[in-house]
T-cell receptor
Framework: AQKITQTQPGMFVQEKEAVTLDCTYD???????LFWYKQPSSGEMIFLIY??????QNATEGRYSLNFQKARKSANLVISASQLGDSAMYFC??????????FGKGTRLHILP | DTEVTQTPKHLVMGMTNKKSLKCEQH?????MYWYKQKAKKPPELMFV???????INESVPSRFSPECPNSSLLNLHLHALQPEDSALYLC??????????????FGNGTRLTVT
C-alpha cells in the first residue's frame, strides 16, 4: 500500500536554527511527485516545495530545501534560519499516477524566540 | 492571495438543511479536488474531478454530492449532514493527468459546523 510516514508529531526549535522534518514514503510506482505543505493555524494549505522521482538534484526554494534519498525513500524538508512565522503544521505529500495525492499525518513545528 | 477561491468561509447548518460549497480557479487547471480535514489531522481526499469528469470518489456518503459545471468551478452539495461532518473543507486544483510536478493549489477552505 502506498503511504507517507512522518514520525515527528511535534518539534520545538530555537529561532534562527535549522530544522529538518522527516518524511518517508512507500510506493511501487516509478513515477511520482513529492510535496511539502505548510498549514498555519489559520487553516490555509501553502505549497512549499516539490521533488520529482526522476529529479537528480535536491529541490530548493529560498530557505526550504528537500533532502531526497530515493533508495531510502525519504524526502526530508530542511528549513534554514528558522523564523517565528515558520510555526505551523507541515505535511509531506505524494502524488500518484492517478492524480491522487496522499498526505502524511503532519509535524507540528514550534519556533521558540 | 490564493488563486483558488472558496465560498463561504464559514457555514453553520442544521441537519435538515441543504447548502452548497463553491470553489473557483482560473489557473487553467484540469483536475479539481475536495478534501475534508478534521482538527489536527491531515486532509482526507473525498473527490477528484479530472477534465470535468468524476475520476475518484473515496466512498464518500451520498449526503455529499459533488458537481463540476465547468473546468473552473467545483461545487459540493450538502444535505442531511451529521454533526460529525463538521470540519474544514478544502478545495484544490492541479494541472491533472499525471502531472507529477504540478502541486495542488488549495483554497482557504470552508469551516463547516453542523448543529
Amino acid at each position: 500500500a502506498q503511504k507517507i510516514t512522518q514520525t515527528q508529531p511535534g518539534m520545538f526549535v530555537q529561532e534562527k536554527e535549522a530544522v529538518t522534518l522527516d518524511c518517508t514514503y512507500d510506493t511501487s510506482d516509478q513515477s511520482y511527485g513529492l510535496f511539502w505543505y505548510k498549514q498555519p493555524s489559520s487553516g490555509e494549505m501553502i505549497f512549499l516545495i516539490y521533488q520529482g522521482s526522476y529529479d537528480e538534484q535536491n529541490a530548493t526554494e529560498g530557505r526550504y530545501s528537500l533532502n531526497f534519498q530515493k533508495a531510502r525513500k525519504s524526502a526530508n524538508l530542511v528549513i534554514s534560519a528558522s523564523q517565528l512565522g515558520d510555526s505551523a503544521m507541515y505535511f509531506c505529500a505524494m502524488m500518484r499516477r492517478d492524480d491522487k495525492i496522499i498526505f502524511g499525518k503532519g509535524t507540528r513545528l514550534h519556533i521558540l524566540p | 492571495d490564493t488563486e483558488v477561491t472558496q465560498t463561504p468561509k464559514h457555514l453553520v447548518m442544521g441537519m435538515t438543511n441543504k447548502k452548497s460549497l463553491k470553489c473557483e480557479q482560473h489557473m487553467g487547471h484540469r483536475a479539481m479536488y475536495w478534501y475534508k480535514q478534521k482538527a489536527k489531522k491531515p486532509p482526507e481526499l473525498m473527490f477528484v474531478y479530472s477534465y470535468e469528469k468524476l475520476s475518484i470518489n473515496e466512498s464518500v456518503p451520498s449526503r455529499f454530492s459533488p458537481e463540476c459545471p465547468n473546468s473552473s468551478l467545483l461545487n459540493l452539495h450538502l444535505h442531511a449532514l451529521q454533526p460529525e461532518d463538521s470540519a474544514l473543507y478544502l478545495c484544490a486544483s492541479s494541472q491533472g493527468r499525471r502531472s507529477y510536478n504540478s502541486p495542488l493549489h488549495f483554497g482557504n477552505g470552508t469551516r463547516l459546523t453542523v448543529t
